[in-house]
Nanobody
């Protein structure tokens, strides 16, 4: 079965950096677009970054220039490098893949940006 496992979250000071990882299993990872979402307290889920199977990327305006999405098909892993973090980046970050009409999600990893 499809499984996505995120890691790398934590507490970081404003201006700091983190790198999130999402390891996928049960899929031909290289064939699929991978997406990072986040949900901040009291807010709706927000798309953060997308990377296609060909390596094309796209970002939410709120993170453009600060976050970088990348993938390692040999490791079945998608990364989200986050820098210049702000308190408003505090959220649970989720990895996502859509296969046909079905969306698969990881359990999420908490990122807290606070001094």
């Amino acid at each position: 079965q499809v499984q996505l496992v995120e890691s790398g979250g934590g507490l970081v000071q404003p201006g700091g950096s983190l790198r999130l990882s999402c390891v996928a299993s049960g899929i031909v990872f290289s064939a699929y677009t991978m997406v990072w979402y986040r949900r901040a307290p009291g807010k709706e889920r927000e798309l953060v970054a997308v990377i296609s199977n060909g390596g094309n990327t796209n970002y939410a305006n709120s993170v453009k220039g600060r976050f970088t999405i990348s993938r390692d098909n040999g490791k079945n892993t998608v990364y989200l490098r986050m820098s210049s973090l702000k308190p408003e980046d505090t959220a649970i970050y989720y990895c996502n893949v859509r296969i046909g009409i079905t969306a698969y999600w990881g359990q999420g990893t908490q990122v807290t940006v606070s001094s």
